[in-house]
């Protein structure tokens, strides 16, 4: 799925509309974000693990914040997220001279000598073809989303990420914010409840009972933009219904300033023509598109239908029917 910036559809609408210079560019990108926001963006989700500073009593929530996979806190401010990578390996030699081997990696090319491993964010990415193309990644990868880095001292889970955080548990029960919690999340479980730490999620931030420390979150995103709005996927009907939106809203201010009926009328119609050309950009969302469906048609097509003819009898041998359920 191609994407496109808020920033983008909002100064094309403005160009369009003729509308530059008289209405409020931010205005406008947070009514259109908030309507982005009621599509279906779960197969869009990206897997983020970001660290954060905790300062009283609270952080405020990434960007893009869907559903909780993990939470671990540490009270120590100078714990970073390192990453070891290995550019040169040393022996000694054993022939007397004291001489030592070193082998190391030196590329023009590829190699970056800035260092970058204490990066605050990491988005998990994979090529969507090759995932296709292994499913076993996927169910690998899934089990860092409830995996954790073995149990310390006190019996509390260790963040696979990083050893000096804890998985800490909700100082609320599980019911609270349900949805905001990937379905069995480590938080949730029992062996996080003992844990003298606690946190909630709220609405913008994420409150703690510790004053200050650090925390380290592993959480489902919807795609974001530089400006920190969701990215809108390059629907033509989603772009429609965000025209559609922004008429609504200003028909509705100005039939709330004179009362006037045919605002009124303006504004029942755009919502009309909203609320269609959302349902026609849900149902594009959630179908597969025509490419795909060919790709897997043609790889599945044939390995299981036998063939027949005009008059529909199957004139396939068993020996190659069976040769095609063979999936190589």
Not at 21 to 31: A, F, I, P, R, V
Not at 37 to 63: G, R
Request: hydrophobic share 35%.
């Amino acid at each position: 799925m191609r994407f496109l910036s808020n920033n983008s559809i909002i100064t094309e609408y403005l160009e369009f509309s003729g509308h530059s210079g008289e209405l409020k560019k931010g205005t406008l990108q947070k009514w259109a974000d908030f309507l982005v926001s009621k599509m279906p963006y779960v197969e869009y989700f990206e897997h983020v693990i970001k660290l954060v500073d905790v300062k009283d009593y609270q952080c405020e929530k990434p960007a893009g914040f869907e559903e909780l996979i993990q939470l671990a806190f540490c009270a120590n401010k100078n714990i970073r997220v390192k990453r070891t990578e290995v550019v040169e390996w040393t022996q000694q030699l054993h022939n007397g001279t004291g001489c030592e081997l070193v082998i190391s990696l030196k590329c023009d090319t590829c190699q970056n000598i800035e260092c970058t491993c204490n990066s605050p964010e990491v988005v998990v990415d994979v090529d969507r073809m090759w995932e296709l193309n292994h499913p076993e990644f996927k169910y690998g990868h899934m089990a860092w989303y409830y995996r954790h880095g073995g149990l310390g001292n006190d019996n509390i889970p260790i963040s696979p990420y990083h050893p000096k955080f804890k998985v800490i548990g909700p100082s609320r029960d599980g019911f609270f914010n349900a949805d905001q919690y990937i379905k069995g999340c480590l938080n949730l479980s029992a062996a996080c409840k003992s844990s003298p730490e606690k946190f909630v999620l709220d609405e913008k931030a994420i409150r703690f009972n510790v004053r200050e420390g650090k925390a380290l979150i592993s959480y489902f995103s919807v795609p974001i933009d530089p400006e920190g709005y969701r990215k809108i996927p390059d629907i033509p009907e989603l772009i429609e219904a965000i025209t559609w939106y922004i008429h609504e809203r200003l028909a509705f201010i100005e039939y709330n300033k004179t009362r006037d009926t045919t605002y009124q009328r303006d504004y029942i119609d755009a919502r009309n023509q909203k609320e269609k050309f959302m349902g026609i950009a849900r149902e594009r969302i959630l179908s597969q598109d025509y490419q795909s469906f060919q790709r897997d048609l043609g790889a599945f097509y044939g390995r299981y239908l036998p063939t027949e003819d005009a008059q529909g009898n199957v004139i396939d041998l068993y020996h190659n029917v069976m040769s095609r359920l063979n999936l190589k």
